[in-house]
């Protein structure tokens, strides 16, 4: 089945760590999305790609990183700058054609601990 | 994730009645909106979608509406059941020049018994 998968589902994170959080998907899909959710806002746009080898900053890219070496694999890095990253982290992908919407992925549960 | 509905507008219907979710968007430019179900710890699906130049869109027991003259938009959910209890968003796409995806709060619909 074709679809985007995040792992891992649950993630725990010490003060000072820089923790990778994985997104695959196999879709053919040319853009990849990461978004964060936090409780009573909106999805917010970390990073994106639309192409290998390319990507562009979000509307809160501060204390992330992100790679597009693969057309199937955006993986999304969190830093130590990132202050706040307790979360829930969203990936996407959709053609290039926004018309047909994203494809989500289930989800990551980051926590600080 | 688990915590995204705790701080959200919530609607509680009876099962079997109808349900009515709505969303009011930001830029008249905006061109084409979508509608996600997002259940606990899951990511968004697809629900259904709707071009600017549309007033009315049905599908299978959901109906989404859009009135461009104060830039809303309404979720029906025909004969709700328990499986519809999620939280809803909206999400509003700009599709010409540099685009936007700007995705609402939501709604979380709880169906009761």
Redesign the interface.
């Known amino acids: 089945d074709g679809g985007i998968t995040?792992s891992p589902k649950y993630l725990f994170r010490k003060e000072g760590q820089n923790v990778t959080l994985s997104c695959e998907q196999n879709l053919n899909h040319d853009a990849m999305y990461w978004?964060r959710?936090?409780?009573?806002?909106?999805?917010r746009?970390i990073y994106y790609s639309q192409i290998v080898n390319d990507f562009q900053k979000g509307d809160i890219a501060e204390g992330y990183s992100v790679s597009r070496e693969k057309k199937e694999s955006f993986p999304l890095t969190v830093t130590s700058a990132q202050k706040n990253p307790t979360a829930?982290y969203?990936c996407?992908s959709s053609p290039l054609?926004?018309?047909y919407?994203?494809?989500?992925?289930?989800?990551t549960?980051l926590t600080v601990v | 994730g688990e915590s995204v509905g705790l701080h959200l507008p919530t609607l509680s219907v009876q099962e079997g009645d109808n349900s009515i979710i709505n969303c009011a968007y930001s830029n008249s430019a905006s061109d084409y909106f979508i509608w996600y179900k997002q259940e606990s710890g899951k990511g968004p699906q697809f629900i259904i979608d709707i071009r600017s130049n549309m007033d009315k869109r049905q599908g299978q027991r959901v109906t989404v509406l859009l009135n461009k003259t104060v830039k809303h938009l309404s979720l029906q959910i025909a004969a709700t059941q328990p499986g519809d209890s999620a939280v809803y968003f909206c999400a509003e796409i700009f599709t010409s020049g540099t685009y936007k995806y700007i995705f609402g709060t939501g709604t979380r619909l709880k169906v009761l018994a």
């Not at chain 1, 919407?101 to 989800?107: A, E, H, I, V």
Request: charged letters at 10%; zero cysteines; glycine letters at 20%.
């Open positions: 995040q978004y959710q936090d409780p009573g806002q909106g999805l746009l829930f969203l996407a054609a926004l018309e919407g994203y494809t989500f992925g289930s989800g549960r």
